[in-house]
């Protein structure tokens, strides 16, 4: 994304400042600390979620294997961490209220769910969350719109070099 003189390539940079600059005190990213405090650390757990889901996405829906056992496992820890600590007793991430975090890491889930048909039934409270996520029509329309690219993507033979 550039703005002026500014350039940003990475998705959670990019929702901040937009949100930072155009809409300072947006639901998705409220101005109070105490919000913008729980919205950061959700996307924190998604930097380091980010590399074990894209591990298993790649193996799975790429290469067409079978996931490592230990990077299950590890995905499985994260997914229990993000079902019993982010989401027990809340709405959404943290919070009631939806943020760019449960945008982020529910795109995330969508496609560990629809890509790589990774089972969420152990995780009620991500199954549950995911459900409210998808229930938003825009939100929905989107993260359907993106799924649907990347398959049409995997659908292309990968450019041998």
């Not at 400042?17 to 409220?30: A, C, G, M, R, V």
């Not at 229930?135 to 990968?158: E, F, H, W, Y």
């Amino acid at each position: 994304m550039e703005d002026g003189e500014l350039y940003l390539n990475e998705s959670r940079a990019i929702m901040r400042y937009l949100i930072n600059k155009y809409s300072p005190n947006n639901q998705l990213y409220p101005a109070a600390p105490i919000y913008r405090a729980r919205i950061d650390s959700a996307l924190e757990v998604d930097g380091s979620f980010a590399p074990i889901h894209g591990e298993l996405i790649w193996k799975v829906v790429f290469l067409g294997q079978e996931p490592d056992p230990e990077v299950k496992n590890k995905l499985d820890e994260s997914l229990k961490f993000i079902d019993r600590h982010m989401l027990e007793g809340f709405a959404y991430l943290y919070g009631q209220h939806m943020s760019i975090a449960d945008i982020i890491l529910g795109v995330r889930m969508k496609a560990l769910e629809t890509l790589a048909k990774y089972p969420l039934n152990d995780f009620p409270n991500i199954e549950r969350w995911l459900l409210r996520l998808m229930g938003d029509k825009r939100l929905n329309r989107s993260i359907t719109q993106l799924i649907d690219l990347i398959v049409q993507a995997l659908s292309k033979p990968l450019p041998v070099e």
